[in-house]
């Protein structure tokens, strides 16, 4: 506890010495950079941030600032539920991944695909998963990528030891002729990867339309809900209108 006293002070001193030259800052603006700074802690060798008194904290406990840890790729601690950051990190000029939790476009269809990551989409697994190659990589995404897609499940089809399940196959075929070979966008949202390591993306394709949630409209998916994502009432509404118009698995 007194080691957090201590960063407080001196994170205070520190934003006190820079700010003295910003006295004209707005509420908000005051309000975004108190979030930003709030402390968390990292430790040597995870990929997620925590507050203090995280049980993941016993070998190692590194303070940063909230701004820092989103920047630098670190994710919220499940347990243990730090604060996220609810506006833009500031530019720090390092690499920073659009994410829709952090940029909240009304809608999956609301974002600019300029400001996504550019890939090429050079293998297929199943309707929700494929293989890309990165345009672009950095510390965050390796060049060649395993990309789960969020907010969506489609019927198992490479299960070694589960049957193909009906329309398992109509939605790999979705995907492929959709994805394969094309250029795509990816936009992430809270949880940069899952328990495989692959990464969790939302994929564009040129016209501006999300793939993901084009799976569930064509009826080939479901509105996977089991992780919260950004657009979960969204693709809910989008596999209620599929379920009504009796579109593919719901025929
Ligand atoms: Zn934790």
Known sequence: MKKLLLVTVIFGIACGCLRTEAQTISTQDNARFA??????????SGARYHV????????????????????SGYEACSICKPPRLRTPPPDTGRAALYRVNVEE??????VELARLLRAEVIGHVDGDTVRVRIADPSDLVGVVETIR????DTPETVHPRREVEAFGKEAGEFTKNRLL???????????????????????YTGDGRCHNAEIIRAGYGHAYTNYSFHFIEEFRAIEREAREARRGLWQ
């Open 35 to 44: 979030e930003a700074d709030l402390v968390v802690y990292v430790t040597n």
């Open 52 to 71: 203090d008194g995280c049980s993941s904290l016993r070998s190692s406990r590194i303070p940063v600032t909230l701004a820092d840890a989103v920047v």
């Open 149 to 152: 897609l969020i907010g969506v």
């Open 105 to 110: 476009p009304a809608n999956s269809a609301a």
């Open 181 to 203: 070979g094309k250029i795509v966008y990816l936009a992430f949202d809270w949880d940069l990867r899952d328990k495989y390591n692959r990464l969790l993306a939302y994929i």
